[in-house]
């Protein structure tokens, strides 16, 4: 029970990082957090299937600071450029 609760607040806190609205200005950015929530979202498509083993996501992050950017529009261009590179791998196999 407990795993599966903290389970549930890591896909809700992912989310919501993801799901900020876009705005007129910038605001602060953690591009980790965008990336972490990004890979979790896609998760599930990950996991191994009928075509492919599963794929496994290295995250050896620098020490970046925040940046003033507009985090629902980098999120975007994250879930794209990992969302892609699943599609390219379940196509070559």
Do not use: W
Request: hydrophobic residues 40%.
């Amino acid at each position: 029970m407990s795993m599966a609760c903290d389970r549930l607040k890591n896909i809700s806190t992912s989310l919501r990082t993801f799901s900020r609205t876009n705005q007129d200005y910038k605001v602060p950015f953690n591009i980790h957090e965008g990336i972490d929530s990004t890979i979790l979202i896609l998760k599930h498509r990950l996991k191994a299937n009928e075509q492919r083993p599963a794929i496994e996501v290295v995250t050896n992050y620098g020490n970046l600071p925040q940046i003033e950017s507009f985090p629902g529009q980098l999120n975007q261009v994250f879930m794209n450029l990992i969302a892609n590179a699943i599609d390219a791998l379940d196509e070559s196999n």
